[in-house]
């Protein structure tokens, strides 16, 4: 009890410098937990788009980009036929733009996909877009931005398109999004197959030897379960490896700012350390106060940077341009690595000054002061 | 060598042998040579001018420093060599400053039970010792005030609670009534005496009041870093 009460006695004999240090933490953890969950929100609806319905996904092998992928018409018209199939659908991702909006994503699927069948309708109704032609379903957010609505023609790119519907989605990149017949979205991108199929199969566990026989059929294409391409696809790796090193470096930077605050506390008492050296506390008791400071700052601040970060979530979701794109669900895992990352910060924070308490000799210290 | 007056059969406690120490590479020189035992219970004074090297003494004897040379043996081990350092530090030796050396934010209570948590004693134990000695230094009533509210003889008396927390065989004091008022220096000094005799503690006390060295069971008289008499 009398140790921790070394520890706060002197957390609290210096309350601004104590409030700044936990501060520093709060915020390098509140942009880490923001940028990271925002961003693994990002992914997922991504991840998302391609798992609607269904559970595989398969696109052209070694393609750094899904907008790059190309996937022939024949093989889609094959692999449908295949008994483990339950569904295939074809979808093809363009970017198109308009005169304030230089990118929109596009979604080329048929009558039958998904986000068709099962879309909460606005305005408008499905049964047009069987037909073909130029014509467009606009997610909700997309319907606004683009001052359009249901029976109006709409400039996209370099084509006029009639607008049969709006629909809504919880997912923020569909309902910024626009929906052409398969047809139409080839056409329009001079593509004549698709970007991915994706997959429902009538059994799960036929999932590895759907994936064989992908591989033996068309070399060319890959076949994944949705979760191993989540995993594996480099645009998501390179986003998360993007939001860790961003918060990361926010977390270093409140790390130094615990190494200061931990120095300057061992600086200012080398006399009380001295006098705890000379009441038999040993040099890892010593050691023991210093770390239990830091960490105490570093816990604290990490949790007051939870909270501060789950302040800014909400408030992001708030805002009109990002709705439907940030999922304010702070994984506990997460919240659990960043505190720990914080009180490793903390810690490593307070290796010199500890280093340095424990080299202090109590002669010299309590003679010369 | 100087010798206890009273008595040859109560066992040496401390045993110092040609101690030398000096700093900044010989230039300064402290110590040149001290000789000096100690026996359980006995109450030393040392005397001596500023500088003469009695704090330095005390800073060996207590494992504060290291002697250039020479060696310190407390109950026939030597300093340095044949102790674990912070055992000895937490179980045989209490120290006492002039000025108290207490920490200002913590309690009365806080202050005396240091050394036992840095002993790691038992709660219940520690509370015990501590109630013990703040009894006989009439501190009772100030257990859980702040240092800051104590006068300078509370605080002093309280740097004795410390020091004897642990029951320490030997209780090194350096001007310990330096800072205090003579009528305070007067109590101080006899608290610090009758609980080193009751406790059968070795004293060694640092101190430039004759009238109070008087009352010791020995007087050390050091100049320039050497025991000149002991009376």
Same mark, same amino acid.
């Given at each position: 009890?009398? /140790? #921790?009460? #070394?520890?706060?006695?002197? #957390?609290?004999?210096?309350? %601004?410098?104590? /409030? %700044?240090? $936990?501060?520093?933490?709060?915020?390098?953890?509140?942009?880490?937990?923001?940028?990271?969950?925002?961003?693994?929100? +990002?992914?997922?609806? /991504?991840?998302? %788009? #391609?798992?609607?319905?269904?559970?595989? %996904?398969?696109?052209?092998?070694?393609?750094?980009?899904?907008? /790059?992928?190309?996937?022939?018409?024949? +093989?889609?018209?094959? $692999?449908?036929?295949?008994?483990?199939?339950?569904?295939?659908?074809?979808?093809?991702f363009g970017v198109v733009s308009s005169a304030d909006h230089p990118i929109i994503t596009c979604f080329g699927v048929t009558a039958e996909d998904a986000r068709i069948r099962n879309a909460t309708w606005v305005s408008g109704n499905a049964d047009p877009f069987a037909n073909g032609g130029n014509l467009v379903v606009l997610g909700e957010r997309a319907a606004e931005f683009l001052g359009a609505s249901t029976g109006m023609d709409v400039p996209i790119g370099h084509g006029t398109f009639h607008v049969i519907g709006v629909i809504r989605t919880r997912n923020g990149f569909e309902d910024g999004g626009v929906f052409m017949p398969l047809e139409a979205a080839q056409k329009f991108f001079h593509k004549e197959g698709s970007s991915v199929i994706t997959i429902k199969l009538h059994n799960k566990e036929d999932a590895p030897a759907f994936k064989a026989q992908v591989h033996t059929q068309f070399p060319n294409l890959i076949a994944l379960e949705d979760a191993e391409f989540s995993r594996s696809y480099s645009q998501f790796k390179i986003l998360k490896a993007t939001a860790w090193a961003v918060g990361g470096c926010g977390l270093a930077l409140g790390g130094l700012g615990v190494a200061n605050t931990m120095i300057m506390s061992v600086f200012t008492r080398i006399r009380e350390i001295a006098i705890l050296r000379v009441n038999g506390f040993a040099n890892g008791q010593i050691a023991a106060t210093i770390f239990g400071e830091s960490a105490i700052v570093a816990i604290t601040g990490a949790l007051a940077g939870l909270a501060l970060g789950a302040i800014a979530l909400y408030a992001l979701k708030e805002v009109p341009a990002l709705h439907g794109y940030v999922d304010v669900t702070i994984h506990p895992a997460l919240m659990l690595i960043v505190v720990l990352l914080a009180l490793l910060t903390g810690l490593a924070g307070a290796l010199y000054p500890a280093a340095y308490a424990m080299r202090i000799k109590p002669v010299e210290a309590l003679r010369f002061e | 060598m100087t010798m206890p007056p009273q008595s040859d059969q109560v066992p040496v406690v401390i045993r110092a042998s040609r101690l030398w120490k000096s700093y900044d590479e010989g230039t300064i020189s402290v110590l040149n040579g001290v000789d000096l035992e100690a026996h359980k219970g006995e109450a030393i004074a040392l005397c001596g001018p500023s500088g003469c090297g009695k704090s330095t003494l005390l800073h060996l004897i207590g494992g504060l420093d290291k002697p250039t040379r020479g060696k310190v043996?407390?109950? *026939?081990?030597?300093?340095?060599?044949?102790? *674990?350092?912070?055992?000895?530090?937490?179980?045989?030796?209490?120290?006492?400053?002039?000025?108290?050396?207490?920490?200002?934010?913590?309690?009365?209570?806080?202050?005396?039970?240091?050394?036992?948590?840095?002993?790691?004693?038992?709660?219940?134990?520690?509370?015990?010792?501590?109630?013990?000695?703040?009894?006989?230094?009439?501190? &009772?009533?100030?257990?859980?005030?702040?240092?800051?509210?104590?006068?300078?003889?509370?605080?002093?008396?309280?740097?004795?609670?410390?020091?004897?927390?642990?029951?320490?065989?030997?209780?090194?004091?350096?001007?310990?009534?330096?800072?205090?008022?003579?009528?305070?220096?007067?109590?101080?000094?006899?608290?610090?005496? *009758?609980?080193?005799?009751?406790?059968?503690?070795?004293?060694?006390?640092?101190?430039?009041?004759?009238?109070?060295?008087?009352?010791?069971?020995?007087?050390?008289?050091?100049?320039?870093? &050497?025991?000149?008499?002991?009376?």
């Open positions: 009890m009398i /140790f #921790l009460r #070394l520890i706060l006695v002197n #957390l609290l004999r210096h309350k %601004i410098r104590t /409030f %700044i240090s $936990i501060a520093g933490i709060a915020f390098s953890v509140a942009a880490m937990i923001t940028v990271v969950t925002v961003l693994q929100g +990002a992914v997922g609806m /991504f991840s998302s %788009i #391609l798992s609607s319905g269904s559970e595989m %996904i398969v696109f052209e092998r070694n393609v750094s980009d899904l907008f /790059f992928s190309d996937v022939p018409q024949a +093989a889609k018209n094959s $692999i449908a036929t295949w008994p483990m199939v339950s569904h295939a659908d074809a979808v093809l | 043996l407390v109950n *026939d081990k030597e300093l340095g060599r044949d102790r *674990d350092m912070v055992h000895f530090m937490r179980h045989e030796v209490g120290f006492v400053f002039q000025l108290h050396n207490l920490i200002p934010d913590l309690t009365m209570e806080e202050n005396c039970l240091l050394p036992a948590v840095a002993a790691g004693t038992p709660n219940a134990a520690a509370l015990s010792r501590l109630q013990e000695l703040a009894e006989r230094t009439g501190l &009772r009533h100030r257990l859980k005030h702040r240092i800051q509210k104590l006068s300078g003889g509370e605080r002093q008396r309280t740097a004795i609670c410390r020091a004897l927390m642990n029951r320490p065989g030997i209780l090194l004091a350096d001007e310990p009534t330096g800072s205090l008022d003579e009528e305070t220096s007067s109590t101080v000094f006899n608290l610090l005496l *009758d609980l080193a005799h009751t406790e059968s503690v070795t004293l060694l006390m640092a101190t430039h009041d004759r009238s109070l060295a008087a009352a010791c069971d020995r007087v050390l008289e050091m100049h320039d870093g &050497r025991i000149r008499t002991d009376c």
